[in-house]
């Protein structure tokens, strides 16, 4: 007997969980002998051009609260502004900035920490280059569908003004949730998932 169409029911959805750190950073979550290192771990390596940073920050939920359990992969420009990628720019981009990373936040206190160099300015078609940043790709469990974001530098004000994604952004007193502060250690960088001062979040 053939079921009727309007008696399927759909199937409940299932977020991320512990899986996304089985699967994408085995080592973190205590599983070797799969990757000698987990992939994304090291932006830069000896001999990269640029300055040598360190960002760090945490991802926290709407009442301030740190998630434990979140991912971040990062994706950025050489010092130079070319990507590490097969486009054009391939040969040229520098070899020592993989421009890619995947960072686990800290199961105790949501915090995470990566060193890599600080992006030049990437060109954009309107013709104005885009001010130097880093773009963030954030999971956890709770999230169905990644989170995207930019982080861009509190030192680069004249860039910041210029850049052709910020100044399209409506509400610019949001914008500052994209900047990150420069501190002792480098930058500083915290996502706010909702809440207060939610972090501008892109649907790309």
Known sequence: MVQRLDDLKETSSQTAGPYVHIGLTPNFA???????????????EDGVK?????????????????????LI??????ADGLYNSPSETRGRADPKCSGWGRIPVDMADGSFSFETIKPGR???????DQ???ITFWIVARGINIGLQTR???????????????LSR??????????????????YRFDIR???HKETIFFDI
């Open 73 to 78: 992969e990062i994706w950025q420009a050489d």
């Open 122 to 128: 990437v060109p954009h078609p309107t013709g104005k």
């Open 131 to 133: 001010a130097p940043h």
């Open 169 to 186: 952004i409506e509400h610019q007193n949001r914008v500052p949730t994209l900047i990150a502060e420069q501190d002792r250690a480098g």
């Open 151 to 165: 982080m861009y530098f509190s030192d680069e004000e004249a860039a910041n003004k210029e850049d052709p994604i």
């Open 50 to 70: 640029g300055e040598r940073i360190v960002v760090s920050g945490k991802v926290m939920d709407g009442t301030g609260t740190p998630l434990k359990d979140a």
């Open 193 to 195: 998932i909702q809440g």
């Open 30 to 44: 205590g599983i070797s002998g799969v990757y000698a290192e987990d992939l994304g771990k090291r932006v830069i």
